[in-house]
């Protein structure tokens, strides 16, 4: 008899759990972030790109901040010729069930640039030849209101030419430069989505001013004409 009791009672459990997971398959995701793909690219009324809830040249280091979960790591770069930049770099990133490294270019003017670095805390070279430098932590927190300029998007998973054209369809066209990286342009989304021979892939959002002086940087297509659409097939 007391077998039986422990019997029922367990299957009791096991229907009450059964069923608490279909209530919760049915009812919507609110996870931060959830729903978010890269492939999702759109343009506001201002022609502004729109990826991951964020705006370039409108949302904030905060904003993306808040999104992550993560403070990422903020640092001025002295370029060889002489410019600079700030990047904000988010390693290891798992949004929408998609793991990816995030850099976040931000719109910073050269000469607030040259102050803050001027006011750099530790300058250290890199390989590519330019400056990186650890900024004051004054500069640190101004800078958290500062607008996004650009997004780049590093995927951990391999993509083969298929995967991107399934996830984001077909580019306007294609660009390869002589290390072999081909560069599939979106100029309707503001989108370069750089792939390696192995399969590694950088994709960056840029607004419009933005994606023509990063194509004018990039050989001339040698064949403007494009190969037919592959087969679909998804990035998750």
Do not use: C
Request: hydrophobic share 40%.
């Amino acid at each position: 008899m007391d077998r039986k009791i422990i019997l029922y009672t367990l299957a009791a459990a096991l229907m009450a759990f059964i069923g608490i997971m279909l209530i919760l398959s049915v009812l919507p995701d609110k996870r931060p972030g959830f729903g978010l793909y890269p492939w999702h690219v759109s343009r506001d009324a201002a022609g502004r790109v729109r990826v991951f809830d964020l705006t370039v040249g409108e949302s904030r280091l905060a904003d993306v901040r808040a999104l992550l979960g993560d403070e990422g790591k903020i640092n001025l770069f002295e370029n060889p010729d002489g410019s600079h930049s700030v990047e904000v770099y988010f390693d290891n990133i798992l949004l929408s069930n998609l793991q990816a490294d995030w850099l976040v270019t931000l719109d910073v003017s050269e000469d607030q640039l040259g102050v803050m670095y001027d006011r750099g805390l530790r300058i250290s070279k890199t390989g590519s030849g330019s400056h990186k430098v650890k900024l004051d932590p004054a500069d640190v927190e101004q800078l958290a209101d500062t607008p996004i300029r650009v997004l780049t998007y590093l995927p951990w998973k391999r993509l083969e030419p298929r995967d991107i054209v399934g996830n984001f369809g077909d580019p306007a066209e294609r660009r390869t430069e002589e290390s072999g990286v081909v560069h599939w342009l979106y100029p309707d989304k503001g989108m370069d989505v750089a792939r390696d021979a192995k399969g590694g892939v950088v994709i960056q959002y840029l607004n419009p001013a933005d994606f023509e002086r990063a194509v004018a940087l990039l050989p001339a297509p040698a064949n403007p004409r494009l190969t037919p659409k592959p087969v679909e097939r998804r990035l998750h």
